[in-house]
T-cell receptor
Framework: NAGVTQTPKFQVLKTGQSMTLQCAQD?????MSWYRQDPGMGLRLIHY???????DQGEVPNGYNVSRSTTEDFPLRLLSAAPSQTSVYFC??????????????FGAGTRLSVL | GESVGLHLPTLSVQEGDNSIINCAYS??????FIWYKQESGKGPQFIID?????DKRQGQRVTVLLNKTVKHLSLQIAATQPGDSAVYFC???????????FGAGTTVTVRA
């Protein structure tokens, strides 16, 4: 069972470079989201989506773009990387519905360093 | 067992003892709460959840208690094992909202 797959696992960027973090899930989940995790802090929501073609901002969206063209994929784009975006990024997905509400399943994460 | 006051960032537990991890949530309108376990280098894993119409829910070796009066959530782990060493996060969400708000996490270390 693949679940939520994130690539790459590690990435080093220079300031100003752009890149896309990939996230794919094979559970047919409607809801997908991106979080960042910084040392000593919980997870903070960057962007989320409740279905293909629908995205919205979370708590810390600045500097990040997302799109959702399919149910399975939810890429996160950094347009011009900054050192403040050094973090561990997690993608998560879940069903929409009362009985399984908010049991989000997480990927293994992408560790990003911006120099 | 060993317990923590209202959210301390670390907890050291003797193997075999019971652990209690506390979490103070922020929004009295939150109606859904969930605990995750995060092992080093991995993504968070679901442990147990509870809705606001309940005050207790039990799983395998884990129990979650909810006190809405003081906006407090706790996770009890029975007979703590070395594999329980991890960071534990509580999260909350509002009615009809699928977004989760996470706490800062508690690092649990199990002593042999």
């Amino acid at each position: 069972n693949a679940g939520v797959t994130q690539t790459p696992k590690f990435q080093v960027l220079k300031t100003g470079q752009s890149m896309t973090l990939q996230c794919a899930q094979d559970m047919n989940h409607e809801y997908m989201s991106w979080y960042r995790q910084d040392p000593g802090m919980g997870l903070r929501l960057i962007h989320y989506s409740v279905g293909a073609g629908i995205t919205d901002q979370g708590e810390v969206p600045n500097g990040y773009n997302v799109s959702r063209s399919t149910t399975e994929d939810f890429p996160l784009r950094l347009l011009s990387a900054a050192p403040s975006q050094t973090s561990v990024y997690f993608c998560a997905s879940s069903y929409l519905g009362f009985t399984a509400k908010n049991i989000q399943y997480f990927g293994a994460g992408t560790r990003l360093s911006v120099l | 067992g060993e317990s923590v006051g209202l959210h301390l960032p670390t907890l050291s537990v003797q193997e075999g003892d019971n652990s209690i991890i506390n979490c103070a949530y922020s929004n009295s309108a939150s109606d859904y709460f969930i605990w995750y376990k995060q092992e080093s280098g991995k993504g968070p894993q679901f442990i147990i959840d509870i809705r606001s119409n309940m005050d207790k829910r039990q799983g395998q070796r884990v129990t979650v208690l909810l006190n809405k009066t003081v906006k407090h959530l706790s996770l009890q782990i029975a007979a703590t094992q070395p594999g329980d060493s991890a960071v534990y996060f509580c999260a909350e969400s509002l009615t009809n909202d699928y977004k989760l708000s996470f706490g800062a996490g508690t690092t649990v270390t199990v002593r042999a």
